[in-house]
């Protein structure tokens, strides 16, 4: 089954939180009150988002974390890349050259473009969209050129 990890859902909820105040900086406390996920958690996972740039901070009495840059251009994959990596269906998809297979392998080529499409399904889904201040809805995008997977017959036609 394809999963995002409870950090990554958690992730999200700060980043909802940060974006329904984005002129605001808010503090890892407040955060954990707003939003019901524990305060470890939550100091954890700024620093995370930080470290991937969808986050700024500011030390001092008036610092705190806020949004970089607006939630209509945060998306679905860049939150999960920061907490998880890069998304990575087989070990070929993320780590090329890794599997020991790879060189006689028939269907890693289609697991790649596969991956490829989901990655660029998440893309175009932004934190807006999630947090449901974009109230268009999240739909699939048209994957034509990144999934074409040839189909080979092995029985009888």
């Known amino acids: ?60 009495a008036r610092g705190g974390y806020a949004l970089a840059r607006p939630a209509a251009s945060i998306s679905a994959a860049e939150i999960i890349d920061a907490v998880e990596g890069p998304v990575g269906l087989t070990e070929c998809s993320s780590h090329p050259g890794q599997c020991e297979i790879e060189g006689s392998c028939r269907v890693g080529g289609a697991w790649q473009r596969v991956n490829d499409a989901i990655r660029y399904a998440l893309g175009e889904v932004k934190l807006t969209q999630l947090t449901g201040a974009d109230a268009r809805p999240i739909r699939a995008p048209n994957l034509r050129g990144h999934l074409e997977v040839p189909v080979i017959w092995r029985g009888r036609v």
């Open 1 to 60: 089954m394809l999963r995002i990890s409870k950090l990554t859902d958690y992730a999200t909820v700060v980043l909802a939180c940060l974006a329904d105040a984005p002129a605001e900086r808010h503090s890892a406390a407040d955060v954990a009150s707003r939003t019901g996920v524990a305060p470890p958690t939550v100091a954890k996972l700024l620093k995370e988002l930080h470290k991937s740039g969808l986050v700024r901070s500011t030390r001092g």
